[in-house]
């Protein structure tokens, strides 16, 4: 048995108080909650697909996929996926351990810290977007450059942007992807020990990057499983980073889904559900590549750490490689949100002027007012959702806890289906089960639609360092008299409080960004800050799209500001409880 | 038999008191539809991508409100095909009234998949009081959408038609015609592109190709013939393999849309690019998104027309609401707001010969703004090919050129 891991209770003590009894229910409701608006949904993927569709004209068969072998793109399209998903979760976990490993224990780290919250806030569009003006033939980086160091009068006829291979939507998705598992480190680590490891390490001779990977990262990455294997489907499913980042020709599966069910001529919607299962099931396959990847890591972990490698003189060459590849990402972000600023205030901007002829206030005042009853939707949206999944989830994690209950596989693909399928796929059983239950159009229906996005999130993001929390505080605290709910909320939940807020800020941040479900659900009567700046920004007016940008972020800032700083505050007097 | 005399007046008669009745019960059905829509609120569900015509929609607002005491909600979106999912949605539900979606901009296929599914509340548009305004002879578009005849299920706003525009500071002389244009783009490589099909104005502009290399373009009229098809459409496919590798980026990326195709104009990624709005270029010169040099130009032979057109699903919880915004749209005052560049830009569909002389005044006060053709200048509106063919040439063109080799 691991250490730290004690023998909980039998199944059925602590069921003797109401409290007791009611926590026992708690996964068994929540797995109802979620499992008939994830089942709805994905039913609703299903029937298009296999011909159950009144509109196909076709019947039930396998005509849908016929129709999807025969799109010359497909190979190119899942190939895409496949690398773009799997190279930028690959760097950006390389990316973020590098810089964990490098900072841990300086100053330099809290740093870090800060930079986090505005980085992670960005709307995905608005971050692609940035970027795109950033890296372009007309962008901004030539315009600074030209006329006098290049010689451009016009825009040079380059293939950056949308570039087959995908490099630039690989260079987005890392931007996006970094801080968020950097995130995921910092709340993962308190429960890792990492300063105690890395001191051994240290004083065995090993070097900082070796010692973390050999000591820490083994406790790490059993935490950070299920937020990486997020990423990866994330990555893999993006939308609007692969419009605006990806090739056109043909563009990544995710974008193809989009086009083929959102086709005027409603006759491609069996296809698009074709596709949105083979996207899937590429998912599905990629995790099991990346599960056989990490216990071939495992492996060499393992035969490294008895090897007796030291690693000590690689240190002075990878770090600044490491801290310098953790930059470029983070300056790209900063310098792309920066442009979009300029441009939420820019009169004409032709190139190739660095810098706009006329500055003017005409868009803000424009977008500012109205907004108002929009962001607070959103904020009372964001909480409710977000509060309703934390409680199920802490409610189902201390139930697994106090009742040594094991929570079957199928349980954790129930959680992740949301974030797998293809929204635009995904929705329609969504909406159809709503309709027929009378639950639409209103407030309540939207905030629970919500919910069933949030609840995988707030659960991945808080699961992992809730299970390795030392439990052998808690035998301390049933020695001193403790009851097993006084053990939760004095013992458990204020040492736990950076992955709860971590999870919170995360489920805010996911909640404030949906636009498909508030408007499919809510039947347009639902106005949130995301639905206006979607569909403004469908415009692709850079002055709108910089200024709703801003605007987005606002919200998640907080939230993630909050996440990061509350806890140094609460416990800044309490050395164990610092971060390091 | 022949009528007699007697019976034929007789007949003459009664037809006009009937029609003088009818009209009559018009104007009295129309009382009680905005007897009936006043204090509902009505959710018109448009594309929200351009702050102008939101700013205009939202004027109409303003003006339902102070007349007709009727609130205008405009739920903004990305794409009009979650409208249209939304009203499918409900109907597979079985939610015959109270649906969310009460007007929908719509034209071209999302009508036409409307209308077939039976999702479509009509016919209406004739009984509207301002229809006698609207100019069904000179323009035609008015009552057919890409040739499919509306029937009075959707009713006009705004003519479209095509129009190329250019910075004249860069290009000081723009082509004549299309092989005009396939000699600017092979002398000028990257400087010219189109959207990526099926996107609608991307088809739009391999209609226009269509239509300047045919040798007989009135066969695009009639449903295409398969046996026939393949070599109608071969010189389509001939002009694009000679024009591709001159394309921007050598098409191997294009733009995805309009908004798009007009950002790399902006950005000087392109020397000439295309909209349905005459009005768009001078809206966004007044803007000041646009450097004023930009000018429009169509070709010899005119150019593809259309029109934006208003639709009510069937299950609209707000239809009397709904009708009196239509009507509120064919206003000649909403009509002339619409055309000032200083506005939208945006064509009327009013026959301005049939307006009052107050309204036609109002007409005639406007400005084209800088970069707007005069309508004498515009040239013919070609009229949009039969659907079949439209189907077809987007399938081709993903098979051939959907991925860049």
Aim: hydrophobic share 55%.
């Amino acid at each position: 048995m691991t250490p730290g891991k004690v023998a909980t209770g039998t199944g059925t003590a602590g069921t003797g108080t109401a409290g007791g009894r009611l926590l026992r229910l708690m996964p068994g409701l929540t797995l109802w909650l979620l499992a008939v608006p994830v089942l709805a949904g994905f039913a609703g993927t299903l029937a298009p697909a296999f011909g159950f569709d009144p509109l196909s004209g076709t019947g039930p068969g396998l005509a849908a996929f016929t129709t999807l072998a025969q799109w010359p793109g497909l190979r190119a399209a899942a190939w895409l996926s496949v690398t773009s998903g799997v190279g930028s979760t690959l760097l950006a976990l390389l990316i973020s351990l590098g810089v964990v490993a490098t900072l841990i224990g300086r100053p330099g780290f809290a740093t870090v810290q800060r930079l986090l919250s505005p980085l992670l806030s960005v709307p995905h569009a608005a971050a692609a977007l940035g970027l795109a003006f950033l890296i372009a033939p007309s962008g901004w980086t030539a315009r600074a450059l030209s006329p006098w160091a290049t010689g451009w009068m016009q825009p040079p006829d380059l293939l950056i942007l949308n570039d087959p291979a995908g490099l630039a939507l690989t260079l987005g998705l890392v931007a996006k992807e970094t801080p968020f598992l950097l995130l995921m480190i910092l709340a993962a680590l308190p429960q890792t020990d990492a300063r105690q490891r890395m001191t051994v390490a240290a004083s065995l001779g090993y070097g900082r990057l070796a010692g973390f990977a050999l000591t820490v990262l083994p406790a790490l990455y059993a935490q950070l499983r299920l937020p990486v294997y997020a990423v990866l489907a994330y990555a893999m499913t993006a939308v609007e980073m692969a419009m605006i980042l990806g090739p056109t020709l043909p563009p990544s599966l995710s974008v193809q889904v989009v086009t083929w069910a959102t086709e005027p001529n409603l006759a491609h919607r069996g296809t698009a559900a074709a596709a949105a299962l083979l996207q899937v099931v590429l998912v599905v396959g990629v995790l099991g590549l990346w599960r056989m990847g990490e216990m071939g890591v495992r492996r060499l972990v393992r035969h490294a750490a008895r090897s007796g490698w030291r690693a000590a003189r690689v240190d002075a060459t990878l770090q600044p490689v490491l801290l310098g590849l953790a930059l470029t990402p983070a300056l790209a972000l900063a310098a792309g949100l920066a442009g979009l600023s300029v441009w939420s205030v820019a009169g004409l901007w032709s190139f190739p002027d660095a810098w706009p002829e006329d500055l003017t206030l005409a868009t803000w005042t424009r977008a500012a007012p109205g907004l108002w009853q929009a962001s607070i939707t959103s904020l009372t949206l964001a909480l409710t959702a977000t509060l309703a999944a934390l409680v199920l989830a802490l409610a189902c994690l201390e139930a697994e806890h106090r009742f040594g209950l094991n929570p079957q596989a199928w349980v954790l693909w129930l959680l992740y289906l949301p974030l797998i399928v293809p929204q635009v796929a995904f929705l329609p059983g969504l909406q159809m089960l709503a309709l027929s239950t009378g639950a639409i159009g209103g407030w309540a229906a939207v905030a629970a639609v919500h919910g069933v996005f949030v609840l995988p999130y707030v659960f991945l993001s808080v699961s992992a360092p809730y299970r390795a929390w030392d439990d052998r505080i808690a035998v301390q605290g049933a020695a001193l008299g403790a009851s097993a709910a006084r053990v939760f909320w004095r013992l458990r939940l204020p040492m736990l409080l950076t992955p709860v807020l971590t999870a919170a800020a995360v489920g805010m941040a996911v909640s404030v960004g949906q636009y498909l479900p508030t408007l499919l659900i809510g039947g347009g009567r639902v106005e949130t800050l995301t639905t206006e700046a979607v569909a403004l920004s469908s415009g692709g007016n850079r002055r709108v799209i910089g200024a709703y940008a801003l605007l987005q972020m606002a919200l998640p800032a907080i939230a993630f500001g909050i996440a990061l700083a509350l806890p140094r505050l609460i416990y800044a007097k309490r050395r164990g409880m610092g971060v390091v | 038999m022949p009528l007699t005399r007697r019976q034929f007046a007789a007949l003459a008669g009664a037809s006009l008191l009937t029609s003088h009745a009818m009209a009559q019960d018009v104007t009295q059905d129309w009382e009680a539809v905005a007897q009936a829509a006043r204090g509902q609120t009505v959710y018109w569900h448009a594309w929200g991508g351009d702050p102008k015509i939101n700013d205009f929609i939202a004027f109409i607002g303003d003006q339902a409100q102070a007349r007709y005491g009727v609130t205008l909600k405009h739920v903004k979106l990305a794409d009009t095909a979650d409208a249209v999912a939304r009203v499918l949605a409900e109907r597979d539900a079985g939610q015959i009234t109270g649906g969310a979606v009460d007007l929908i901009w719509i034209n071209g296929d999302n009508f036409a998949a409307m209308k077939a599914q039976g999702l479509l509340h009509g016919p209406f548009a004739e009984r509207l009081p301002n229809w006698p305004l609207v100019d069904i002879l000179g323009k035609p578009a008015t009552v057919t959408d890409f040739t499919l005849p509306t029937e009075g299920y959707e009713s006009p706003w705004a003519m479209a038609q095509l129009v190329f525009e250019y910075d004249s500071a860069r290009l000081p002389t723009p082509p004549a015609d299309l092989a005009g244009l396939k000699a600017f783009i092979l002398a000028n490589p990257g400087r010219f592109t189109y959207p990526q099909p099926p996107d609608y104005l991307g088809v739009t502009f391999l209609k226009q190709v269509m239509y300047g290399v045919m040798a007989d373009p009135a066969i695009l009229q009639s449903p295409s013939d398969p046996a026939a098809y393949d070599a109608a459409i071969a010189p389509l496919w001939a002009f694009l393999d000679d024009i591709h590798p001159s394309l921007w980026r050598s098409a191997k990326a294009f733009p995805a849309n309009e908004p798009a195709l007009g950002q790399l104009l902006a950005d000087a990624e392109i020397d000439i690019a295309f909209a349905f709005n005459p009005g768009r270029a001078s809206a966004e010169i007044a803007a000041g998104t646009l450097p004023d040099t930009v000018r429009t130009f169509v070709l010899d032979g005119g150019t593809l027309g259309n029109a934006s057109f208003v639709a009510i699903p069937f299950n609209a919880a707000h239809r009397a609401g709904a009708l009196v915004i239509a009507d509120l749209i064919l206003d000649p005052a909403v009509q002339a707001h619409a055309q000032d560049p200083a506005v939208l830009g945006f064509q009327t569909v009013l026959n301005l010969a049939a307006l009052t002389p107050d309204d036609r005044a109002r007409f005639d006060a406007l400005s084209l703004g800088v970069a707007t053709l005069p309508p004498a200048e515009l040239g013919p509106a070609l009229l949009e090919p039969h659907a079949s063919w439209v189907t077809r040439i987007a399938e081709d063109w993903v098979a051939r050129y959907g991925t860049a080799q």
